[in-house]
């Protein structure tokens, strides 16, 4: 698949699968610090949502390298963040789908659920 024509979305397994592969993956957490604090994944960064914006140079600079695995919660808070980034030129960017929640039911369940 050309990159042009990366989905918006990607399963926690296949994040899972593609690490397990040996690609390198830049985990984007869009949460909220406080929930932060509460769970996350080893390796991830913090960016909440609403400093985004802000850190789009950051960030593009780092999709240029490595491909962007943004998530949240649930899905849909990183969906947002990935079509805002797609709209601002970042195209190495997807959503990971249902979030960290997903990612604790399907693939690392010493994850919290919350």
Do not use: F
């Not at 999709?63 to 849909?76: E, F, K, M, N, Q």
């Not at 808070?77 to 709209?87: A, E, F, G, H, P």
Request: one cysteine or more; hydrophobic letters at 40%; charged letters at 25%.
């Amino acid at each position: 698949m050309a990159e042009h024509e990366l989905s918006y979305e990607v399963t926690p397994r296949e994040v899972e699968d593609r690490r397990a592969a040996g690609e390198k993956l830049c985990l984007i957490d869009v949460r909220e610090d406080a929930e932060w604090h509460i769970c996350r994944i080893g390796g991830a960064n913090l960016v909440p949502m609403n400093t985004v914006p802000a850190r789009l140079q950051e960030l593009e600079m780092q999709a240029d390298s490595t491909p962007l695995i943004v998530y949240c919660h649930h899905g849909v808070r990183s969906l947002n963040v990935v079509y805002w980034l797609r709209k601002n030129g970042v195209e190495n960017c997807q959503s990971m789908a249902g979030g960290i929640d997903r990612w604790s039911a399907e693939i690392d369940a010493s994850v919290p659920r919350y």
